[in-house]
């Protein structure tokens, strides 16, 4: 068995999105120490654009007094890094901050170029001044963990599976920025030693996710009773993964992994996009008490995505054997329960979709 590291301050970058927040409400769980082993500070670093959501966070802030940090900014903002790491005894980094919706890439590329590339790379580069001693080596104690996403690899057909080893081959304007910004996190790696650990996780799905994406539109339509847009002929595959589940494993490779070292993260759970959207319907129409028929009926097959990646499937046998993580969260199960926290959270999903989150953003947060 590895030692584990031990960190006492960690920085999050994009804590205020959807894997970001449920990460830090992981970590901050009171219940959850003896389980994560993690007591120490966290600092929430979010530029809060259309998908960061401080509600996503308010009971936690109120609760974790001390032990938890917002700060309103983006990773691109050098000056503010830099007097961050000075205020912070900052020993770990954990960077999911991105723009993340591949529709939105195709239509302006230019924002993920900004932030998934410029970004991290000012990101990095505030890490390499903090983190160097006066002779310029990296300290050993600490850690960037770098969050990335298995469609740097690319699209599968009907057979395979994305291993760590296989060659980038990113293909949508999202895709092709964070492999970018994996590249440059290995080179700091490489060239002057930066301590890291690397994560590709396929598709992510349960509460707090943004309404652009597949599942939570899917569930939010059906409560509004509009049509589900299902993108060409819907057999497009994706693998799904429970975020606590994603969250836990890049908790254990924080702790654990090697040095220097990518691991996939994935669900053994692939399916295909008509099939995931009509067991959503089956499953909102018990909760709602609706006919399956009426619900099913909303399905509508809309024009396609430019260049859709056909396939995505991931073989993480490497994290398994390593780190001995095991996903814990069946996914009709995880579907259920994801389904159940979108119609009790009306209030969250009401101010999400008037945009009244964003007023709030304004008065609260304007100044910090
Ligand atoms: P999200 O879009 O829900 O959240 C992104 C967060 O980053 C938001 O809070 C946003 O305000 C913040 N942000 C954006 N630009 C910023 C900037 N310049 N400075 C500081 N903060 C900024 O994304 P998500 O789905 O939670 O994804 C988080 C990370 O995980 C991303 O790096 C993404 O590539 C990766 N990932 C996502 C999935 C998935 O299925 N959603 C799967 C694998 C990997
Ligand atoms: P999405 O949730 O956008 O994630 P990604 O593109 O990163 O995999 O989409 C998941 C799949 O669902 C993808 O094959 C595109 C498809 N899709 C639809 O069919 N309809 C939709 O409204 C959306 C948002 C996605």
Same mark, same amino acid.
């Given at each position: 068995?590895?030692?584990?590291? !031990?960190?006492?301050?960690?920085?999050?970058?994009?804590?205020?999105?959807? %894997?970001? *927040?449920?990460?830090?409400?992981?970590?901050?769980?009171?219940?959850?120490?003896?389980?994560?082993?993690?007591?120490?500070?966290?600092?929430?670093?979010?530029?809060? @654009?259309?998908?960061?959501?401080?509600?996503?966070?308010?009971?936690?802030?109120?609760?974790?007094?001390? &032990?938890?940090?917002?700060?309103?900014?983006?990773?691109? /903002?050098?000056?503010?890094?830099?007097?961050?790491?000075?205020?912070? =005894?900052?020993?770990?980094?954990?960077?999911?901050?991105?723009?993340?919706? +591949?529709?939105?890439?195709?239509?302006? =590329?230019?924002?993920?170029?900004?932030?998934?590339?410029?970004?991290?790379?000012?990101?990095?580069?505030?890490?390499?001044?903090?983190?160097?001693?006066?002779?310029?080596?990296?300290?050993?104690?600490?850690?960037?963990?770098?969050?990335?996403?298995?469609?740097?690899?690319? *699209?599968?057909?009907?057979?395979?599976?994305?291993?760590?080893?296989? #060659?980038?081959?990113?293909?949508?304007?999202? *895709?092709? #920025?964070?492999?970018? #910004?994996?590249?440059? +996190? *290995?080179?700091?790696?490489?060239?002057?030693?930066?301590?890291?650990?690397?994560?590709?996780?396929?598709?992510?799905?349960? =509460?707090?996710?943004?309404?652009?994406?597949?599942?939570?539109? +899917? %569930?939010?339509?059906?409560?509004? $009773?509009?049509?589900?847009?299902?993108?060409?002929?819907?057999?497009? %595959? &994706?693998?799904?993964?429970?975020?606590? /589940?994603?969250?836990?494993?890049?908790?254990?490779?924080?702790? &654990?992994?090697?040095?220097?070292?990518?691991?996939?993260?994935?669900?053994?759970?692939?399916? $295909?996009?008509?099939?995931?959207?009509?067991?959503?319907?089956?499953?909102?129409?018990?909760?709602?008490?609706? !006919?399956?028929?009426?619900? &099913?009926?909303?399905?509508?097959?809309? !024009?396609?995505?430019?260049?859709?990646?056909?396939?995505?499937?991931?073989?993480?046998?490497?994290?398994?054997?390593?780190?001995?993580?095991? $996903? @814990?969260?069946?996914?009709?199960?995880?579907?259920?329960?994801? +389904?159940?926290?979108?119609?009790?959270?009306?209030?969250?999903?009401?101010?999400?979709?008037?945009?009244?989150?964003?007023?709030?953003?304004?008065?609260?947060?304007?100044?910090?």
């Amino acid at each position: 068995m590895k030692s584990r590291r !031990k960190f006492n301050c960690i920085l999050v970058t994009g804590g205020s999105g959807f %894997i970001g *927040s449920n990460f830090i409400r992981y970590l901050l769980d009171e219940n959850l120490v003896a389980t994560h082993g993690f007591d120490g500070r966290i600092m929430n670093l979010d530029a809060l @654009t259309y998908a960061g959501n401080p509600a996503n966070l308010a009971d936690v802030e109120k609760q974790a007094g001390a &032990r938890y940090r917002f700060v309103h900014g983006s990773i691109c /903002d050098s000056a503010l890094l830099d007097r961050l790491f000075r205020e912070e =005894p900052i020993d770990a980094v954990v960077h999911f901050a991105a723009e993340s919706h +591949v529709d939105r890439s195709i239509h302006g =590329p230019a924002a993920f170029v900004q932030t998934n590339v410029v970004g991290t790379l000012a990101l990095l580069e505030a890490v390499r001044s903090a983190w160097t001693s006066a002779a310029g080596a990296f300290r050993e104690e600490v850690l960037f963990h770098h969050v990335s996403t298995d469609e740097v690899y690319g *699209s599968l057909g009907a057979e395979g599976f994305f291993r760590e080893d296989t #060659s980038y081959d990113p293909r949508s304007p999202y *895709s092709a #920025s964070k492999a970018s #910004s994996d590249h440059l +996190v *290995s080179a700091y790696h490489h060239t002057y030693g930066m301590p890291y650990t690397l994560t590709n996780c396929s598709n992510n799905y349960g =509460p707090f996710q943004f309404p652009e994406k597949l599942i939570p539109v +899917v %569930i939010l339509n059906i409560l509004d $009773q509009k049509p589900l847009p299902v993108y060409g002929d819907g057999s497009n %595959i &994706r693998d799904w993964l429970y975020v606590e /589940d994603h969250n836990r494993a890049v908790w254990e490779v924080m702790c &654990r992994g090697t040095n220097g070292r990518s691991y996939n993260i994935g669900g053994d759970n692939e399916w $295909q996009n008509l099939r995931l959207v009509e067991t959503l319907c089956d499953i909102c129409a018990d909760e709602l008490d609706r !006919k399956v028929e009426d619900v &099913r009926g909303l399905i509508t097959f809309v !024009k396609d995505r430019p260049g859709h990646d056909r396939r995505y499937a991931i073989d993480c046998t490497r994290l398994k054997d390593e780190l001995g993580w095991r $996903q @814990t969260v069946d996914f009709t199960e995880g579907l259920r329960r994801t +389904v159940r926290w979108y119609i009790d959270n009306l209030g969250w999903v009401d101010n999400v979709r008037t945009g009244a989150y964003r007023d709030w953003i304004e008065q609260n947060y304007s100044d910090r």
